[in-house]
Every structure is written in C-alpha cells, then in structure tokens.
C-alpha cells in the first residue's frame, strides 16, 4: 500500500490535534491492533451465553460452534446482523421523516411543504388524485400510503417497494421470496432468525440478507429522500466549499452533524433568525457548517459548507473554532464530547436515542422544533461569546465544489440539449464510449484508509478511463475536499470523452467551464437517488439495471448502513466493489456465493480491492463486460 498520500487536509487537522496533545482515532486505532483476526473472518459468535465461539477456519481448532452452528452459517448470520443494523437506522430516519410530514400537514409541527414538484411526481406514480386538489391534501394521501407500509399485517408488497422499484426486477426478488410487506416485521423476522437456534442454512441466511437489503433500499432510502423532499425541496445545482478551511475565526461557527434535516433545516432557519445576536456577540454571522450526511443534506438543499466528514469530526473540533456541535442520529462518536470539553465547546445531543456522557441534551422534536432550535443556536452563540478573542487553528484548506445534483436536476440540465428526449445525450455519450459507464462512490471515509487517499485515487483512476463517478455520504466530501467537484478536475483528470460531455453539459447548465466529473447527488439515503437515475436509463434503453455499465463502490466502508446500501445495489444486479473486506472470508461458501454466485441470482459480484487502482481497474473491467453484453 502506498503509504505517502495522506490528504493534505488531513495531514494538517493530525498536526493541529498533535501540537494540542490530543490523542486521534488512529492512535486509538493503533492500540487497539492488530485487531481481532476471528471478527474480521466473522468466524466469532456471541449469539448466546454457551459461547462466545470462534473458529480459526485456517487452524486445527474446533470447526463448528459449541451448538454445531458452522462457520457459514456464522459469519451469514452476523452478516445478516450487519444488515438489520443499517436497515433499522434508515428505516428509523425514514419513519422520523414521515411522522414528521404527517405532523405538519395537521399543524402540530412547524414545517411546511415545500417540494411540490415531488409531491405532484410521487401522486402520479401511487395512482393519487391531484385535479383541483391542495397541494397538502395530496401530501396527506401519500402519508397514509406511507404509513399503511408500516402498519400492514398482511403479506401485500409493500407500497414503496411495489410503486417505486422497476417491474422487471420485482418480478425476479419476487420468484426469490424477496418481496417485503412491512419493514418493521422483516427486522423482527431476520432478529429472531438470527437468535440461537433458528436459522443455520448459509443460502437461507444470505437471501435474508439481501430481502434485508431490498427493504433499506425501497423504505429506508427511498421512502425517506422522497418526503423529504417534499418537505424541504428538492435539490438544485449550487456551488459550495468544502474541508476545515469553510470555518471562520469571526464567526459563530456552528456544526451541523448526523443524518436528518428535520432538525439541521430548523438550526439553519434559526441561525438566520438570530444572525442580530450574533453580531451584537462582536460575531461577523452564523456560519452554519455541514458535517457527514446531515451536512450533505444542507449542501444539497442549500448550498451551505461542508466542513468534514466522519473520519475528521473530532479532528475539527480540535481547532478550537467551532463553537458548536449539534447531532441528531448515527455516525457520532462518542469520543466528541471528550474533545468538545477541552475548548469549551458546546457538543449538543439531540435526539433521546443518542445520549452521550458529557455532552449537553437539548431535546429535539418536530412538535417543539422552533423552540429547541433556537435554544440551540442561542448555545452556539453563548460559546462564541466564551471563545471570542482565544486563539484558533484552521488550517486554511478548501475547495469550491458543485453540489445538488438530484436526479431532477440532472434530468432538467439534460433538457437544454434534447427537451423531448433528454436521457438521449447521455445514452449516445454512453454508446460511443465517450462516457465508459458509471460508479456509484458511496459510504463512508475510514481512518483505515486515509493513508494511501482510498477514495480521491481511486476515483481519478476512473475518471482517466472515462467512468463518470456518482457519489454520495462521507466519499462525497473526500471527492468536494479534494477539489474533484470543479471544472478544472474535469480538465485535469477525466480521458477526452467524459470531458467532451462534460464541456456539452457545463455549457448548457451555464457554467464558466465544464461540469465537474464528481457529481455530488447527497447524503447516504440519497443513494436512492443513484438508484432513480440508473432505473431511469435502463427503462429509456428498455433493459434491467444490472445490465447497465454500472458499479457501486463502497472504498472505506465503516458504518452497518453501508453494508446494507451495497446488498440493496446487489439485489438491482448492480456488482459492487468493497473495501475493507465484509466479514466473510471465514466462510468459504458464503464468500464464493457473494463473489461468484450471485451472478447467477441478480447478476451481480462483489468484489474486494484494497488498493485504488486495483479497484479502479476490476471496475473499469467489470464494465467493459457490461458494455460488450450490450453489443457497445
Ligand atoms: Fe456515517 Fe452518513 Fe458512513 Fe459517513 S457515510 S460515516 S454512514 S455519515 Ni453515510
Ligand atoms: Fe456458540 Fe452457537 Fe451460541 Fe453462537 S449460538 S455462541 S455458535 S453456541
């Protein structure tokens, strides 16, 4: 592994927190290794007090658990684990959305609609009545079709999943017994399957894992993205910046982290509200920071900067000039509060799910949203006041970026060129081979992987071979950091045919130079996003998603979510390059069923590169086989 490309963001954030005698996630990270060799196989179980049982598939040592349970079926069954957990947080964020869409539409909750181009859209694809109809009416019937989801005791197919996923492969998911009813259920289901003395078959485990997969897909991502962009919009192309430079010595800066714009919408409403007391704190204005999803979510909606992603979050704070934290759900380190207490800063739970020693609670919920948000920004501003005049470390990096590239986004910058057709430029730019194919770069960044740059390298390699790179979550803010959402990335990296379309397409969308050749498309539930425009293409060019040349890559997979996003692209024959290694290797034939024999089921693979080039050329590969089976 190349071990000389650290970031130069990165390096710099190490250097501040060292200078400051801040113990990092890597120093953590070296303690704690090597890390344990039975967990990274997923040969150990701890399902039950017999246990826990480990199996060293290499050595001469015990081959089944002490109940007889093999390793297939244990490193399937934790697998599947893996999978329920990711699925849960989505579903979780999603049910969230929705119960606060419903709130609102009956007035107990202060938000309003404002994505009415997506409530009209979603009306006509679930059969609802809008002639002469209020916008809300209209809202409130897609609410009870979304809540029936959740509430069904039937076996029916889910409504999302049977309204929003394409025919062709529902036909396929439903001949594997794929097809959900209620999502809550199927959780309990795969729960209870999974506990001591159910479910032992590997092949029986591996297709609840992709049934798990299908229903973070269909209800976790893409039931939540479509409310809530109908409650706060849906994404246009704007220009934002990106990496720990976006902090202002002068101002309030105040970081919104997590995952769900229900409460980083309010915080920005409020720090518009209250921009007065700022400047009467001696503040130059609330400046308003994204970080992970949450961020991306802000970006996307509206422009605002992306201060770090995951891997950074403590890094940041250790620049002593952000005056607040505030999270909702997922990805929060608890190790935040700790570094948060040596500057003073205000590292604020929100969310009663998410407690956090020594971080300050302000309870937040959509009834009392106005309230808690202005509670809130007070806090950020009652920190800058403490903080004013102390000296801070920023290091001066960022980079421009393009942000809010919804699929409606595109489709509308793609009607300048055809206004009848507009899917048609892309089409031909694919069949000529002027855009090669497409990579969906998704997930999270990992302190495993910073140190040879996983994600940037990675990327370039594809975009010098002409793949157009799609990207959401924390690779979204490696690529915006990196400076590979901007036009000059598109001269400097991309082969001449992407960036021939991409010069097309900077000019009809109006910008100085060509598109950039990273199109940030959100936060990780906004995968579903990725998965509109590639089902989108395929209906145009009348063949199955997995047949596009297309892949997902997930370079610096961490959180569960990530595993259960990369099943529900499996589940489209959508093949998917991975890496660290999903915890499988300690069983040979779920490792051969996912790698090779999956193709049979949904024609996809998985497939586990730990270098950028080497993963950049499997894909690259994986998409010429793509391209020749569709005779281009
Ligand atoms: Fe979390 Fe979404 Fe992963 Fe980043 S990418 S570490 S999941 S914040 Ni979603
Ligand atoms: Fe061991 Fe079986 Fe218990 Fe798991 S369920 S801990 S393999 S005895």
């Known amino acids: 592994m190349d071990n000389t490309i650290l970031p130069v963001i990165e390096t710099a954030l190490l250097k501040v927190a060292h200078d400051k005698g801040f113990a990092t996630a890597r120093d953590r990270l070296e303690v704690m290794s090597p890390q344990c060799g039975f967990g990274e196989l997923g040969t150990c179980c701890r399902i039950c007090y017999m246990g826990p049982c480990r199996i060293d598939p290499f050595g001469n040592g015990p081959k089944t658990g002490v109940c007889g349970l093999t390793p297939d079926a244990m490193v399937a069954r934790n697998l599947l684990r893996d999978t329920v957990g990711g699925t849960a947080s989505h579903v979780g964020h999603a049910r969230h959305v929705l119960l606060t869409l419903r709130d609102a539409l009956n007035g107990k909750a202060p938000y309003q609609v404002k994505g009415v181009s997506k409530a009209l859209a979603l009306a006509r694809t679930f059969g609802v009545p809008t002639e002469g109809r209020d916008v809300n009416d209209i809202c409130r019937d897609l609410v009870n079709i979304a809540l029936e989801d959740f509430g069904r005791q039937d076996e029916l197919p889910n409504n999302w999943l049977s309204k929003r996923a394409p025919a062709a492969e529902q036909a396929l ?136 992603h995951n891997s950074q979050t403590e890094l940041i704070l250790a620049t002593g000039a952000v005056d607040a934290m505030v999270v909702d759900i997922q990805c929060i380190w608890p190790q935040l509060a700790q570094v948060a207490k040596c500057f003073d800063t205000a590292f604020i739970t929100t969310d009663a799910m998410v407690r956090i020693p020594d971080a300050r609670h302000i309870p937040f919920e959509p009834h009392h949203a106005d309230e808690s948000a202005r509670q809130i920004v007070q806090a950020a501003i009652d920190a800058f006041r403490r903080r004013r005049g102390k000296p801070v470390d920023i290091p001066q990096h960022k980079s421009t970026a393009v942000a809010g590239l919804s699929v409606e986004a595109i489709i509308d910058l793609l009607s300048k060129l055809d206004a009848e057709d507009p899917l048609k430029p892309v089409l031909d730019n694919v069949a000529n081979g002027n855009i090669f194919g497409f990579v969906g770069v998704v997930g999270c960044s990992s302190i495993k992987f910073r140190d040879n740059a996983m994600t940037e390298e990675m990327v370039k390699h594809l975009l010098r071979q002409n793949v157009l790179v799609l990207t959401t979550g924390c690779t979204a803010h490696i690529c915006a950091q990196d400076g590979l959402m901007t036009s000059e990335a598109t001269y400097r990296y991309c082969g001449d045919g992407l960036k021939a379309v991409l010069e097309v397409l900077g000019k009809a969308a109006g910008l100085d130079g060509p598109l950039p050749p990273v199109w940030h498309m959100g936060a990780c539930v906004d995968n579903s996003r990725i998965v509109d425009l590639m089902v989108a293409l395929a209906e145009r060019l009348g063949v199955k998603v997995g047949q596009l040349p297309a892949v997902g890559s997930a370079p610096e997979l961490v959180q569960e979510k990530a595993v259960s996003i990369g099943g529900s692209f499996l589940a489209l024959g959508v093949s998917c390059h991975i890496a660290p290694a999903p915890r499988i290797l300690g069983g040979p034939m779920v490792t051969k069923l996912l790698t090779e024999d999956l193709q049979e089921l949904t024609g996809a693979v998985v497939r586990v590169e730990l270098e950028p080039k080497g993963a950049a050329d499997w894909m690259v590969a994986h998409i010429a086989e793509k391209r020749a089976a569709l005779g281009i």
């Open 173 to 308: 998911w439903s001949d594997l017994g794929l097809m959900y009813s209620n999502p809550h259920n199927e959780i309990e289901t795969a729960m209870h399957a999974t506990s001591m003395g159910n479910d032992a078959d590997p092949v029986s485990l591996m297709l609840r894992v992709l049934k798990m997969s299908l229903i973070d897909g269909w209800t976790g991502l893409t039931l939540c993205v479509d409310l809530q962009d109908i409650l706060f919009g849906v994404p246009e192309i704007a220009v934002t910046e990106a990496a720990v430079g976006v902090l202002e010595e002068n101002s309030v800066n105040l970081a919104a982290h997590g995952h769900n714009p229900v409460l980083s919408e309010k915080i920005l409403e409020w720090a518009e509200k209250l921009e007065g007391e700022a400047l009467a704190a001696g503040a130059e204005r609330i400046n308003v920071v994204g970080v992970c999803c949450t961020g991306n979510e802000l970006s996307m909606r509206h422009g605002v900067k992306l201060a770090a």
